[in-house]
Nanobody
């Protein structure tokens, strides 16, 4: 079984910072990419940031310069550092990992349960 568990969400004032963590567990051969998605009320889920196994990163325009995605391959952890938070960043944030299990060539996406980030004064 594969499990992704997010942590680090909460309530923060505009301009503040939060660091989200994603712990991946299971009989994992390789994590090819990790990403953070978010979904605000009444909105579609969007990809916020992604990182490949080689360290290449991509960000949606609205968070460039403010958010940083990273990963620790040895610990099977993913992170999203969020600085200069704005009210429009308020959403449920989901961790995603594209990975393969031992004994399989197939790559599948797995999701965490989501963590609430609220930016409000």
């Amino acid at each position: 079984q594969v499990q992704l568990v997010e942590s680090g969400g909460g309530l923060v004032q505009p301009g503040g910072s939060l660091r989200l963590s994603c712990a991946v567990s299971g009989s994992i051969f390789s994590i090819y990419a990790m990403g953070w998605y978010r979904q605000a009320p009444g909105s579609q889920r969007e990809l916020v940031a992604s990182i490949t196994s080689g360290g290449s990163t991509n960000y949606t325009d609205s968070v460039k310069g403010r958010f940083t995605i990273s990963r620790d391959n040895a610990k099977k952890m993913g992170y999203l550092q969020m600085n200069s938070l704005k009210p429009e960043d308020t959403a449920v944030y989901y961790c995603n990992a594209a990975l393969s299990l031992w004994g399989s060539w197939e790559v599948h996406d797995y999701w965490g349960q989501g963590t609430q980030v609220t930016v409000s004064s």
